[in-house]
Structure formats: structure tokens, C-alpha cells
């Protein structure tokens, strides 16, 4: 069975004051992870796909990377209006798609 | 509006009465999703059509709980004798194409907030 976990489960952090999210997971021949932004109240918003170890991609003040066994997403100088849930999903060989619980980001001005 | 739409956004309903919640995908996306998110917790995967034909639905928690897609497009997820348990917000997502394809991301709407009292 496909497994997400995502930490820390909450994070706050100053204005400028650059981290990362984790995402580790297991998947039975891995076809696609995902991250996505969700703000209270709304469906969750597409950000990054990455496919292969190595990978890297680039957002404004986001970048994802990947690993054979996690994934990163590395915030750069967040500002308040980053504040929202980042949740991982990953796309295994089964065609399911499965979730982690997310990460509750607030920046603090 | 070239998003996902849902329909109603939200539901109030008594336990063992029946309820439809609507989702209207974007335009050209053959694959689409519904999922169950429970406060605090990610999205769980409950069904896939690809085009009209469920391709997975693995996640349905049981048999009160049926979807349909009979044009390829707008697609519908009935609830039978609602349970307390049922309460959660429902989201829907389209993709170009299946999971297992390189124009898998998926694109959500808004959802539905189903509450069984």
C-alpha cells in the first residue's frame, strides 16, 4: 500500500525566514508526486509535479525536488500570504492517488 | 470560468436521507476524481472514471456511496441513508488525462460540505 507522510505536521515561521517541508513516501513504482496548496475553506491548488530523482522545479519562492524515498519543498524569504496547508500526493503503479494530512504553514509578518 | 465547479457548495441534510453532489470538470479533461477530506487530514481517494467508465473505485467506503459520469463529463456522487459519519467536505479534481500519464496533475474545485445531522 502506497504511504505519504509529511512533516512537521504545523510550522511557523518569521517573514524572510527560509525552510522546508518533507515528504516521505513509498510507492509501488512511483509515476508522478504532487504538491499543492489549500487555503481554508478550497479545494487544493495545483503547484509542482516531479517524475524522477533529481528533479527540480520552481515557483516564486517555491522549489520542489525529489529523492527516490522523499521530496522537498523549499520556501525561500516567505512572505504572509504563503500561509496556507501544503499537502504531498504521489501516483504509484496501482493508478491511485494518495495524500499525506499536510504540512500548516503560517508566516508571521 | 475554466475551473472545476461544484455543485451545491453547501449541504445540510438528516441522517438516512439521500443526497447528490454535482461536479462539473474542466472542459477536454477525460479523467476525474472524487475525494473525501475529513478536518485536518489530506484528501482520500474515493473514485476515478476515465472517460464514462469507473475506472477505480476502490475508495468507496461502501455500498451507499455511487458515482456516475454518463456523458464523459459532468459527474454526480450519490450518498444513500446518510450517516453521521458521512460529514465531510467532498472534493472533485479533472485531469488531461489518467494517472498513470505524463498530463496527470489534477485540478480541484471547490468542494462540497456535506454535514449529516
Known amino acids: 500500500e502506497d504511504q505519504v507522510t509529511q512533516s512537521p505536521e504545523a510550522l511557523r515561521l518569521q517573514e524572510g525566514e527560509s525552510s522546508s517541508l518533507n515528504c516521505s513516501y513509498t510507492?509501488?513504482?512511483?509515476?508522478?508526486l504532487f504538491w499543492y496548496r489549500q487555503d481554508p475553506g478550497k479545494g487544493p491548488e495545483f503547484l509542482f509535479t516531479l517524475y524522477s530523482a533529481g528533479e527540480e522545479k520552481e515557483k516564486e519562492r517555491l522549489k520542489a525536488t525529489l529523492t527516490k524515498k522523499e521530496s522537498f519543498l523549499h520556501i525561500t524569504a516567505p512572505k504572509p500570504e504563503d500561509s496556507a496547508t501544503y499537502l504531498c500526493?504521489?501516483?504509484?503503479?496501482?493508478?491511485?492517488?494518495?495524500f499525506g494530512i499536510g504540512t500548516k504553514l503560517q508566516v508571521i509578518p | 470560468g475554466a475551473g472545476v465547479s461544484q455543485t451545491p457548495s453547501n449541504k445540510v441534510t438528516e441522517k438516512g436521507k439521500y443526497v447528490e453532489l454535482r461536479c462539473d470538470p474542466i472542459?477536454?479533461?477525460?479523467?476525474l476524481y472524487w475525494y473525501r477530506q475529513s478536518l485536518g487530514q489530506g484528501p482520500e481517494f474515493l473514485i476515478y472514471?476515465?472517460?464514462?467508465?469507473?475506472?477505480?473505485d476502490s475508495g468507496l467506503p461502501n455500498d451507499r456511496f455511487f458515482a456516475v459520469r454518463p456523458e464523459g463529463s459532468v459527474s454526480t456522487l450519490k450518498i444513500q441513508r446518510t450517516e453521521r459519519g458521512d460529514s465531510a467536505v467532498y472534493l472533485c479534481?479533472?485531469?488531461?488525462?489518467?494517472?498513470?500519464?505524463?498530463?496527470?496533475?489534477?485540478?480541484f474545485g471547490p468542494g462540497t460540505r456535506l454535514t449529516v445531522l
Open positions: 479534481a479533472s485531469s488531461l488525462s489518467g494517472p498513470l500519464s505524463s498530463y496527470n496533475e489534477q485540478f
Open positions: 510507492v509501488s513504482g512511483l509515476r508522478g
Open positions: 500526493a504521489v501516483v504509484g503503479g496501482y493508478q491511485k492517488v494518495t
Open positions: 472542459s477536454g479533461h477525460t479523467a
Open positions: 472514471f476515465q472517460g464514462t467508465g469507473a475506472a477505480d
